[in-house]
């Protein structure tokens, strides 16, 4: 990009350098935006159309691996209410993000941020339910450990995120409202992740069949601590006194923009897209 002249008050030419955290952040928005939207195709293309279809029993002979369970009416609605919920916060969580609408429609940002803290410590509850009152079929103690970390964070953000807005510091707000917003996602980090790693390496270190193995153990934490710390560098490099090192974290996050992009368009191709409708 090319580098802007501006004149000052002592006639001294300065380089404006160009804010790569700034645009960093904006490539991580638009990666995030394009692969959450996805996403939320996807729940409402292949879980909405089902249950307008045929209520909670159309969510019978999903890809699930418990999914519909006839003697389970309670696991049922949970898993009703876990998913359908989920993509309305996902959608929620983007209304959030966009600046303009924070700035232009401030009752929108309230109306839909309450809605995003309700709804994800419900989908968190309902998730707690599915995880540990139904039989494993899949998966380890360890991978079940990992997502029951995201929605305890998810428990511990809500309160702190809405005790700062609140109080009216909406510096403190922004920060817990982040880091809310990628415990949130971390189960869409987590998919990105697995297909992300099936495409560059083949898939070392899962077993595709009970869907255990090392690295998937290993995601089930990564997926929210990983995208946290990301977020804490970035809230430190944009400090005035860390300037020296925006370029360095800047260019880690555009590393992990390209990353996220290769997994958005190894689950979409793969997964999403042909389920929608299906
Ligand atoms: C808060 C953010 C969450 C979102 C947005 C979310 C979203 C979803 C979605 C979309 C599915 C459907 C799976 C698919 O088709 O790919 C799903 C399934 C599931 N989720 Fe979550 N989830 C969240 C949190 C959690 C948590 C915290 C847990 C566990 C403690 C959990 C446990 C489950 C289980 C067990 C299933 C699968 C049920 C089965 O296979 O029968 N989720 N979730």
């Not at 999903?62 to 996902?90: C, E, K, W, Y």
């Not at 974290?249 to 992990?256: E, K, N, P, R, T």
């Amino acid at each position: 990009m090319t580098e802007i002249t501006i004149e000052t008050n002592t006639s001294v030419p300065q380089k404006h350098k160009p804010d790569w955290l700034t645009l960093s952040a904006k490539t991580w928005f638009i990666v995030t935006a394009i692969g959450q939207w996805l996403f939320v195709a996807y729940i409402v293309g292949y879980y909405g159309l089902r249950f307008a279809k045929d209520g909670v029993s159309g969510f019978a002979g999903t890809q699930l691996a418990n999914g519909f369970i006839a003697a389970d009416s309670v696991g049922n609605v949970a898993l009703v209410i876990h998913i359908l919920l989920a993509g309305l916060i996902i959608a929620a969580g983007q209304i959030q993000l966009i600046p303009s609408i924070r700035n232009t429609l401030p009752l929108l940002h309230r109306c839909s941020g309450w809605f995003f803290m309700i709804a994800s410590i419900i989908v968190s509850v309902a998730g707690f339910y599915l995880t540990w009152s139904r039989e494993r079929v899949i998966g380890s103690l360890i991978q079940d450990i990992g997502v029951t970390g995201s929605g305890v964070l998810v428990m511990l953000f809500v309160p702190i995120a809405l005790y700062y807005a609140i109080k009216r510091n909406f510096a403190a707000h922004r920060r817990w409202a982040l880091r809310l917003f990628m415990v949130v996602s971390a189960v869409w980090f987590l998919r990105l992740m697995v297909f992300g790693w099936f495409v560059a390496t083949g898939g070392i270190g899962i077993d595709g069949k009970t869907f255990t193995g090392p690295f998937l153990e290993v995601v089930s934490f990564a997926q929210y601590l990983l995208p946290l710390a990301v977020l804490e560098l970035y809230f430190w490099a944009s400090k005035p006194n860390n300037k020296h090192y925006q370029s360095a974290v800047a260019s880690l996050i555009f590393l992990v923009c390209a990353a996220m992009a290769i997994g958005v368009f190894a689950i979409s191709s793969v997964s999403w897209f042909p389920q929608i409708g299906a």
